[in-house]
């Protein structure tokens, strides 16, 4: 074997080991559960009708984590409940208790949804009025792939709904408050008849 055909055959060799490699690597940014991500914040909710947890993005979504982060670990949505259902679009709490009274909350703060994440089942993202920066306690999970939600431009029409995480774990107890029938309570519509109480919200990473 000639030293050019012995080189070239040494390159074959070391190309498919590295091509290999990089087969078995998980890719960051096809596979949200990276090394990266790891190091995420997470929030353990536990309800009445089962658990979930979040993991959420500071790296995209500092301010609207910040926010979120607070009300959890000050206690503020233990006892609040999902009082918005809707069973092929998302799933809102986090703002009244038992009696569908609304808790008082920290000032809004800005919209963060132009961050590059979507509105893709199983995201979490803040619920606003129909201005861009009203964002306080409240928040959706989204069961169905809302992209008419995503930001689009920084206009009170297309400045979208800021997602700042996703649910990892419990994906199951989403489904099965999503399918709970709905009515109208007290003004309100798309109420849960069988009321889900967020029993307590933690930081557990």
């Known amino acids: 074997m000639t030293r050019q055909l012995f080189l070239s055959f040494k390159i074959l060799l070391i190309t498919l080991f590295m091509a290999t490699n990089a087969l078995a690597q998980p890719d960051s940014n096809a596979n949200p559960k990276s090394e990266a991500t790891k190091q995420n914040p997470q929030v353990l909710f536990e309800t009445n009708v089962g658990n979930f947890v979040m993991e959420l993005y500071p790296d995209k979504a500092p301010n609207t984590v910040k926010n979120f ?4 670990n000050d206690g503020f949505y233990n ?7 809707i069973p092929n679009f998302m799933i809102q709490g986090g703002g009244f208790d038992e009696n ?4 008082p909350t920290r000032p809004p703060i800005s ?3 132009d961050n590059g994440l979507r509105n ?3 995201t979490v993202a803040m619920a606003r009025t129909s201005k861009p920066h009203t964002a306080t306690s409240q928040f959706f999970i989204n069961v169905a792939k809302n992209g008419f939600l995503d930001y689009r431009e920084k206009t009170d029409r297309a400045w979208g709904y800021a997602v700042f995480g996703r649910i990892i774990k419990g994906m199951k107890t989403v489904n099965k408050i999503r399918t709970i029938p709905t009515g109208k309570t007290k003004g309100m519509i798309d109420v849960p008849k069988k009321t889900v109480t967020i029993i307590k919200a933690e930081q557990i990473k």
Do not use: S
Request: cysteine-free; overall charge positive.
């Open 69 to 72: 982060l607070t009300y959890v």
């Open 79 to 85: 006892g609040t409940i999902f009082h918005r259902v």
């Open 100 to 103: 569908l009274q609304k808790k």
């Open 111 to 113: 919209n963060e949804a």
């Open 120 to 122: 893709t089942v199983g």
